[in-house]
């Protein structure tokens, strides 16, 4: 079966630093593009990072530009986000987006169950 299980959350201090893995199985991790979105309480769920299947091409809203970090194994089948200088607007459950792109595997998405980031002094 399908499955992406995110890692690495927790707390962290403000200017701190954490690294989220989400592995990924049941599907062929390398025809998908990836992303990291993250959702607020009472909050929209948004996009944080987004890699395309090779990891050739990064993609990251002004708010985590510089700071965020995704990047791929397409041995491991595993997709990371570093992320640096975290301030409090960062605390989100962070969650693992699997996409398909029109080249392959169009029109299949999968998403995991994600992984609280908290960041507070």
């Known amino acids: 079966q399908v499955q992406l299980v995110e890692s690495g959350g927790g707390l962290v201090q403000p200017g701190g630093s954490l690294r989220l893995s989400c592995a990924a199985s049941?599907?062929?991790?390398?025809?998908?593009?990836m992303s990291w979105y993250r959702q607020a309480p009472d909050k929209e769920r948004e996009l944080v990072a987004h890699i395309t299947t090779a990891g050739g091409s990064t993609t990251y809203p002004d708010s985590m530009k510089g700071r965020f970090i995704i990047s791929r194994d397409n041995v491991k089948n595993t997709v990371y986000l570093q992320m640096n200088s975290l301030k409090p607007e960062d605390t989100a459950v962070y969650y693992c987006?699997?996409?398909?792109?029109?080249?392959?595997?169009?029109?299949?998405?999968?998403w995991g169950k994600g992984t609280l980031v908290t960041v507070s002094s």
């Open positions: 987006h699997a996409q398909g792109t029109i080249w392959s595997d169009s029109g299949m998405d999968y």
């Open positions: 049941g599907f062929t991790f390398r025809k998908y593009a």
